[in-house]
């Protein structure tokens, strides 16, 4: 079974659906039954919540015929939390329902995105982190040019490039702004970063996300 990521800026839209998806499994939507674990907007959701999730996923059903647990509001997920999450996210039990609500996908770790099925609940718009404002105009554009380049040209980028660094992140930034179409390319990202951390050689990383960026349609 996989999660669900209900995305709204609605609160109203996404209770509306997460009633309609719990009546067919918990006695018509009946949020205080024993085998549902319900966190409403404005309920912190720090690593202990996390923990009491895995809990609640551990133990066999009373009634139903699986466990479930609905985050109203799971933007407000805290990083420590959201990484605490990924084995359970991994390991759903087979008739678990883990539904979680956003208003966006900004506030949301590309793992966790990767191991969610996104839902856009009507004909909204995601609201944008405000990255086209704050970035270098001449690194974006840049970075537009080698979607449609090819493996040669990036490589010759990335040989002349001074600040690879800052072009490590520009490139977080810029596919974030589509994380429901490029998530699997967020995860390498991600990954990416983290090798970064640990001293890898920043000239290899960036030539390994070269290989595998997607191309611009």
């Not at 709204?8 to 205080?32: D, M, P, Q, V, W």
């Not at 202990?48 to 996923?57: P, Y």
């Not at 605490?84 to 039990?93: D, F, G, N, S, Y």
């Amino acid at each position: 079974m996989i999660a669900r990521l209900l995305i709204s800026a609605s609160i109203k839209t996404r209770i509306k659906e997460i009633e309609k998806i719990l009546a067919t499994h918990f006695s018509g939507g009946n949020l205080s039954h024993p085998d549902l674990l319900y966190i409403k907007a404005g309920e912190k959701l720090g690593i202990a919540e996390a923990r009491k999730i895995k809990e609640h996923f551990s133990l066999k059903p009373y009634s139903a015929k699986g466990r479930g647990v609905v985050l109203e509001d799971a933007g407000v997920l805290t990083v420590e939390a959201q990484n605490a999450l990924l084995k359970t996210l991994e390991e759903l039990p087979e008739d678990a329902r883990l539904i979680l609500g956003a208003d966006s996908d900004a506030n949301l770790l590309p793992t966790i995105l990767s191991r969610c099925e996104i839902v856009i609940l009507g004909n909204e718009v995601i609201p944008e982190s405000g990255f086209w404002t704050s970035q270098n105009d001449k690194i974006v554009k840049d970075l537009e040019d080698l979607l449609t380049s090819s493996t040669e040209e990036r490589f010759e980028y990335i040989e002349k490039l001074k600040n690879k660094e800052e072009f490590l992140e520009t490139l977080l930034q810029y596919f974030h702004q589509d994380v429901i179409r490029h998530k699997d390319f967020l995860v390498k990202l991600l990954q990416a970063k983290e090798w970064a951390k640990h001293n890898v050689n920043i000239r290899s990383i960036l030539e390994y996300l070269m290989l595998v960026m997607p191309q611009k349609i």
